[in-house]
């Protein structure tokens, strides 16, 4: 079916806020990442889940990141008090196990104004 | 440390000509697999090949095939009969076969011309 949907496409915020940001995976797909794209960089790792549990939350730059993904498939990457600093694309990606290819999502992209 | 290096930020090549982009990686693992993503303006990571570092012929798709040197930890992607729509980022990246994180390079911005 469809492929890795994020929404919104696009997210201003004012420094301070707290923001979401959601990851549709490819149906049937158990393995789910976030990465993040400052300008000019390739992506960087955030966090994997498998299924419902996050499996590996190293790639978390600090306690004002969150991510859930509560019925192992949709999952939601969480901001408090967002800071310039924050300011990027956020990337999601599935696949169908923890060592299979990944296919990622068109972004988010963050500003923090 | 793991680490993949694109030397390349922007490349340009004419339309239906050949391209060659660059990647090195550093790791002492032994079993591996590496990727070329494109983004283009739209964001969207598109796959564009995958080698698995056991298998010693090259992986090829279509208009694109890599050069895979293990032993010199280099991994380049050649593009052949270059279109407009081979414009974009590519991003070469990197995955130990006992993780799931991929580590990327910092791209590089490839322009084909008419």
């Known amino acids: 079916g469809a492929g890795v949907s994020q929404t919104p496409s696009n997210k201003v915020t004012e420094k301070g806020k707290y923001v979401e940001l959601r990851c549709d995976p490819i149906s049937g797909h158990t393995a789910l990442y976030w990465y993040r794209q400052s300008l000019g960089q390739g992506p960087e790792f955030l966090i994997y889940?498998?299924?419902?549990?996050?499996?590996?939350d190293s790639g978390l730059p600090n306690d004002r990141f969150f991510a859930v993904r509560p019925e192992g498939s949709v999952s939601t990457l969480k901001i408090q008090r967002t800071e310039r600093g924050d300011s990027a694309v956020y990337l999601c990606?599935?696949?169908?196990?923890?060592?299979?290819?990944?296919?990622f999502g068109p972004g988010t992209r963050l500003l923090v104004l | 440390a793991q680490t993949v290096t694109q030397s390349q930020p922007e490349m340009s090549v004419q339309e239906a000509e050949t391209v060659t982009l660059s990647c090195t990686y550093d790791?002492?693992?032994?079993?591996?697999?590496l990727f070329w993503y494109k983004q283009p303006p739209s964001r969207q990571m598109i796959l564009v090949i995958r080698?698995?570092?056991?298998?010693?012929q090259n992986a090829t798709e279509n208009r694109f095939s890599v050069n895979f040197q293990k032993a010199a930890k280099s991994f380049s992607l050649k593009i052949s009969d270059s279109q407009l729509g081979d414009t974009a980022m590519y991003f070469c990246a990197f995955c130990t076969s006992g993780t799931y994180k991929y580590i990327f390079g910092t791209g590089t911005r490839l322009k084909v011309l008419a």
């Open positions: 889940f498998q299924g419902t549990g996050a499996a590996d």
């Open positions: 790791t002492s693992e032994n079993n591996y697999y």
């Open positions: 080698q698995e570092a056991y298998k010693q």
């Open positions: 990606a599935s696949s169908l196990g923890p060592r299979e290819t990944q296919y």
